[in-house]
């Protein structure tokens, strides 16, 4: 069982940056292949960032390459979304997920646990 707790959401102007934290309880964190996903008011949650095991292989959305950076710290069981030149569709609920996987995936039912999210909203 893991459980993730969300941290680090805001408002912020557009071209500024946010850094999530997630948290995670359980001795087995590094085991678990870690996601960000979003979802803005009446959309879909979307899948962001990704992130393996141990940190050697990443994956992101096309709307977020070079401006997102995921990472991770182990041995703080917490994994990390930095997020540069915000724009104002970047406004979203942000979740964090865990999900017992070798390589990063993107679709959402690859994931078991979930956050509660924590909001970033990017005015313009």
């Not at 678990?32 to 960032?49: D, L």
Request: proline residues 2%; hydrophobic residues 35%.
């Amino acid at each position: 069982q893991v459980q993730l707790v969300e941290s680090g959401g805001g408002l912020v102007q557009a071209g500024g940056s946010l850094r999530l934290s997630c948290a995670a309880s359980g001795r087995t964190f590094s085991s678990y292949t870690m996601g960000w996903f979003r979802q803005a008011p009446g959309k879909e949650r979307e899948f962001v960032a990704a992130i393996s095991w141990r940190g050697g292989v990443t994956a992101y959305a096309d709307s977020v390459k070079g401006r997102f950076t995921i990472s991770r710290d182990n041995g703080k069981n917490t994994v990390y979304l930095q997020m540069n030149s915000l724009k104002p569709e970047d406004t979203a609920v942000y979740y964090c997920a865990a999900g017992l996987r070798a390589i990063p995936r993107s679709a959402s039912t690859e994931y078991e646990y979930w956050g509660q999210g924590t909001q970033v909203t990017v005015s313009s």
